[in-house]
């Protein structure tokens, strides 16, 4: 199964967790399934419209979502998923 | 992570805070030293590379460490958390900001965002020499 990467400060809402297999053929479909699993993840990666947060990044292995088919970008059983925040800022 | 700082004056510069997270605390144990990949004026901005942040994201895995913060530095001003760190920074991580001033190391702050990112809390740093000799 594709496995998803839970970045360490969100691992207190995915039962402690620092990764987490589960079943999906599409980005969307996994992550799906990854707030459904852990309800209270959704609220940190997904807007109250239902969009994923603007500083939140997927990457299957090492590509960006956003350089593919975004959501609807496909995985396969080997793939892994990464959830990486935009970092920036300045005085 | 001072020294960093000092060396990317009179521009900011940014890294990642590896260590272990415990109950009400965070030990940082590595500093990664990540590129300031903004592309204008460095002197009062900082971006990091997403690829870059899951380079060192791995490398804390590889290592069996975590990745618990973002250090950056505000070169001839305080390290305070403004507003424009406060709307471009995820908010899941603490972010340690240092004051450097005419070039060296003044001193240094951490905070905690909310999810909202509109209000960020202060954290308490203790070096190293302090947790090893709390009565002093």
């Known amino acids: 199964m594709p496995r998803i990467l839970i970045p360490t ?3 207190q ?3 402690n967790l620092d990764s987490v297999e589960l079943n999906g053929k599409t980005v969307g479909e996994l992550l799906g399934a990854l707030t459904a699993e852990y309800d209270e993840l959704r609220r940190h990666l997904y807007t109250g419209e239902g969009k994923l947060r603007s500083f939140v990044n997927i990457y299957v292995n090492d590509e960006d979502i956003r350089h593919l088919d975004k959501e609807a970008t496909s995985v396969a059983e080997a793939d892994t998923i990464s959830i990486v925040p ?3 800022g300045g005085r | 992570m001072r020294a960093h700082a000092e060396q990317a004056y009179p521009n ?3 890294g990642a805070m590896l260590g272990r997270i415990g109950s009400g605390t965070k030990l940082v144990q590595r500093a990664v030293a990540l590129d300031n990949a903004y592309a204008g004026s460095q002197k009062a901005r900082y971006e990091i590379r997403t690829e870059d942040l899951l380079e060192a994201d791995l490398l804390a895995r590889r290592d069996g460490l975590d990745l618990i913060g ?3 530095s505000h070169p001839d001003c305080d390290a305070y958390f403004s507003r424009t760190d406060l709307q ?3 908010p899941w991580y603490s972010f340690v900001v240092m004051s450097i001033r005419s070039g060296r190391f003044d001193h240094a702050t951490s905070w ?3 999810p909202e990112q509109t209000a960020a809390e202060p ?4 070096y190293p020499e302090e947790a090893a000799c709390p009565e002093s």
Request: aromatic share 8%; charged share 10%; with cysteine.
């Open chain 1, 13 to 15: 809402y995915a039962g």
């Open chain 2, 70 to 72: 973002i250090y950056h």
């Open chain 2, 88 to 90: 471009n920074s995820c």
């Open chain 2, 123 to 126: 954290e308490q740093i203790v």
């Open chain 1, 86 to 88: 935009s970092i920036a």
């Open chain 2, 112 to 114: 905690l965002p909310n």
């Open chain 1, 9 to 11: 400060p969100l691992r």
């Open chain 2, 12 to 14: 900011e510069c940014c």
